[in-house]
């Protein structure tokens, strides 16, 4: 059993620049397939959930394609209904989880361990079980598309009956591939709060964390206490479709409308969950770039920390027209509006840290900078259907669409590419090429913004969402999203050309790869050797 | 906080078997549920498969700890990560909790026409809301004939789960304190109680069905009696295994009053249980 303590903690971290082959001299586990196998490193875990959710954006934008070449035109062109409502559902589930949530946990595995000191993430068999949850999951998920009745149809909320008495029989292993994917999270969670309060580096007080850990410390308190819900509605759901219960007929006594709390409940902290970690990485990039510290840390610490404390409050404002009362409809409109205080907070730290900085727009700083104008208009009209009275018109209409795509897209997507842009030096010792990432990055904010935009008139003017036609007046609209829907998905074809050139070469990163950059993962080599900090390092806390 | 001696275990093939396991049991239930019997070997096999991986993934992490690999941060890592894992659960149940008090509270008078919510009643005018649901509103729904008396099997077994939790603690403060014998005494009391608790909740379970109607099938009040119970009993079972594994491990001579964190995540998970029955019985049976 002594021989599998980690290769010697000696030499191999001291060759600094001539990186290249430092990470496999020393490694001496199972090759080839096994290796990924078998892992336990953090960073070839890091890897593989990036790559993971990389195949995974694909498959999503990709059935996102089909969905958006049947909208260009009004009528009903290339496929049925019944196929794009399957389309529409498993875009939404491959991409909140599969390529968001996998995509963060990906990078929280890199990066966690790096910027705290540690040698490994806390738990590091639990990290592979974790990991290799979601292939088996996904694959589950995707088969549903080959088995009679096809795939889930429901849209990615799955509200019951819809997705329970009126469901194809694919829905039970649909219930079954979101356990895995929920075991997955809350596994890898557990495992990133533990890293996070154990493994720091002696001298690392909580208050010393660059924003990325405690983001992510707070986004794994959050996965933690929801996806046990979801875990539970889903249960009830199968109990509902094969054992006769009535959880959600109220011919029993139970209410549909109990699902969509039991979700919600879920389901909101669920969308903090995907972008806590991207707030974080935003709160790194600036500084950077900005060369300047992060204006107000404390209080972007605390804002966090309120946005996911209101985000177990609001949940039923996704329910505003089902029917609550008067009193609840009061509550959640004021207490989801109340979040928008600490996500202001947030906006005007970022404007404040980019205030008389000395800027450089490098690729990671142009897609932080877009994130913070364009997530900003997704919290704009979050707060305009936040407004009960005014979601009665807006609800289901493009209009929600357009918003939570705002959020989503060039609010969580592009701070993960952000991320991946700003680490990729760390993780293959060479900068991305530069052009190519300007033409990725330009191309990525014209194509979402003519996919997403015209969105809110189409909504607004009374357009339903989840239909494979509409009336004649949508049609423009619909066209040029179709045709910002295929750009925006066609330049993500440059971003996989981008990594594969990074990996294969490129111009030499030294150790730290930004001239702004502070935090510990830069001390150590680029790229990262397998193994670091198996002693912790020194750490002297900068000032915030 | 770091030592520098960090215990990072090498490759390990536990985890992905794990996951093949895992995933052949839910692909395995799953064609049992849809298409009927022939899914069985699959999801058997993967049953055991992941059974079989947990014993000897468990029995690897036991060995590393006797062979003194893990130092107090490590200690640290596990503690932190049993008492999330511990919250998870307590965020599972709270989902059962709160479908049941949304139907007392709302579902069933909203139905019944109270408040702002007429449109509900117009679907069955003679509804009655009540609780225990004993006629639910559609015709094609039978409810329970009667409840189970919360003042027989459930105060049993209440006294049985809560005793257990009394003799559990015995059992930690005697390890703790070196006193092996008591260990070995009140930990095999425990797992005792244990199962004698599932074997009165397995009897409950019969008159329930026989003798009350009270059936899965039978309206809400059934599916959120045998949702909360069922969900509790199997973590009781799964509790007692891990009391067993604690017992032959107590015999084995493992274990010291400085070194005993396995023991404790297992007296955490047992009084967890616990805990929730109490609420169990007082929202299901009593209230």
């Known amino acids: ?544 | 906080m770091s030592g520098g001696s960090y215990y990072v275990p090498a490759s390990s093939k536990w985890p992905i078997l794990a996951c093949i396991g895992l995933g052949a049991m839910m692909l395995g239930t799953g064609l049992v549920l849809v298409y009927g019997r022939a899914g069985m070997p699959v999801m058997l096999v993967g049953l055991a498969g992941i059974v079989l991986v947990m014993a000897l993934w468990f029995r690897d992490v036991v060995l590393e700890s006797r062979q003194g690999l893990y130092d107090n941060q490590m200690d640290r890592s596990f503690r932190w990560g049993m008492g999330w894992f511990i919250f998870s659960e307590v965020m599972f149940f709270a989902a059962f909790f709160g479908t049941l008090f949304y139907v007392r509270t709302f579902a069933l008078p909203w139905l019944d026409g109270e408040g702002a919510k007429g449109v509900a009643a117009l679907l069955w005018p003679d509804f009655n809301a009540s609780w225990p649901l004993l006629e639910p509103p559609g015709d094609n729904v039978q409810g329970p004939s009667a409840t189970l008396s919360p003042w027989h099997l459930p105060l049993v077994n209440t006294l049985i789960l809560v005793g257990s939790s009394i003799t559990l603690t015995v059992a930690h403060e005697g390890l703790k304190e070196g006193h092996r014998r008591v260990v070995r005494h009140w930990l095999g009391l425990t797992v005792l109680l244990g199962i004698c608790f599932i074997a009165i909740q397995g009897v409950e379970y019969r008159e329930a069905y026989l003798h009350y109607g009270i059936t899965l099938q039978a309206g809400i009040y059934g599916a959120t009696f045998f949702l909360l119970t069922g969900f509790h009993g199997a973590h009781v079972i799964i509790g007692s295994v891990i009391l067993m594994v604690m017992l032959v491990r107590v015999y084995r001579g493992h274990f010291a009053p400085d070194n005993q964190f396995g023991f404790e995540a297992a007296a955490w998970y047992w009084h967890f249980v616990d805990v929730v029955w109490i609420g169990l019985f007082l929202f299901v049976y009593v209230f």
């Open chain 1, 1 to 544: 059993m002594a021989s599998h303590l980690p290769p010697g903690s000696s030499a191999q971290s001291h060759q600094l620049e001539t990186a290249g082959t430092v990470s496999d001299t020393h490694y001496a586990g199972p090759k080839g397939l096994m290796r990924w196998l078998l892992t336990t490193n953090h960073k070839e875990i890091g890897t593989l959930y990036l790559l993971f959710s990389l195949s995974m954006f694909f498959i999503g934008g990709l059935f996102a394609m089909v969905v958006r070449a049947e909208l260009f035109q009004p009528g009903l062109q290339l496929i049925q209904p019944e196929f794009f409502n399957q389309m529409t559902t498993m875009h939404g589930l491959i991409m909140v989880f599969g390529a968001v949530m996998p995509a963060f946990v990906g990078l929280a595995n890199w990066m966690i361990p790096l910027q705290i000191g540690a040698p490994d993430m806390a738990l590091p068999r639990l990290n592979n079980f974790s990991f290799w949850l979601l292939p088996v999951a996904f694959t589950m998920l995707l088969a549903t598309l080959f088995m009679p009745g096809g795939a889930p149809n429901f849209g990615w909320t799955f509200y019951a009956p819809l997705s329970t008495t009126y469901a194809p029989p694919s829905t039970t292993f649909f219930i079954f591939s979101l356990h895995m994917a929920g075991i997955s999270s809350i596994l890898g969670a557990i495992n990133i709060i533990a890293t996070i309060l154990n493994l720091r580096t002696p001298g690392m007080r909580m208050m010393d964390m660059p924003l990325f850990v405690w983001t992510w410390l707070i986004t794994a308190f959050l996965l933690i206490a929801v996806m046990p819900v979801l875990a539970g509605v889903i249960t009830m759901m199968l109990l509902d479709i094969h054992f006769g219960t009535s959880f959600f007929n109220a011919a029993g006594g139970g209410d549909p409308v109990l699902f969509q709390h039991l979700f919600w409940f879920f389901g909101h902290p669920e969308v903090y969950i995907m972008i806590l970690p991207a707030f974080g990485i935003v709160s790194v990039i600036l500084p950077t770039f900005a060369r300047k510290p992060l204006f107000g840390y404390a209080s972007m610490v605390y804002a966090t920390a309120a946005i996911a404390i209101l985000s177990f409050l609001v949940w039923a404002h996704h329910m505003f027209v089902v029917g609550l009362p008067l009193a609840a409809e009061l509550f959640f409109m004021y207490s989801t509006m109340l979040i928008s205080v600490p996500t202001g907070v947030k906006v005007f730290n970022w404007i404040t840290t980019l205030f008389r900085g000395s800027l450089t727009f490098e690729p990671p700083m142009l897609f932080a900078l877009a994130f913070v104008v364009l997530f900003t208009i997704g919290g704009f009209s979050g707060l305009m259907l936040a407004i009960s009275p005014a979601d009665f018109q807006y609800h289901d209409t493009y209009f929600v669409v357009a918003h939570f795509h705002y959020v989503l897209v060039p609010g969580a997507v592009f701070a993960i590419m952000a991320a991946v842009y700003y680490w990729l030096p760390k993780w293959t010792g060479h900068y991305p090429h530069l052009r190519l990432s300007q033409w990725h990055f330009w191309l990525s904010v014209i194509g979402v913004n003519l996919t997403f935009f015209p969105m809110h008139f189409a909504g607004l003017a009374g357009m339903p969402r989840r239909i494979p036609d509409y009336a004649l007046q949508f049609a423009d609209f619909n066209m040029v999203t179709s045709i910002g829907g295929f750009l925006f998905g066609l330049s993500q074809l440059l971003f996989v050309l981008v990594v594969v050139l990074c990996i294969r070469g490129g111009n030499k990163a030294p150790a730290k790869a930004w001239e702004g950059a502070e935090d510990l993962e830069w001390t150590v080599a680029s790229p990262a050797p397998l193994h670091t900090f198996e002693t912790p390092p020194d750490f002297t806390p900068h000032r915030h």
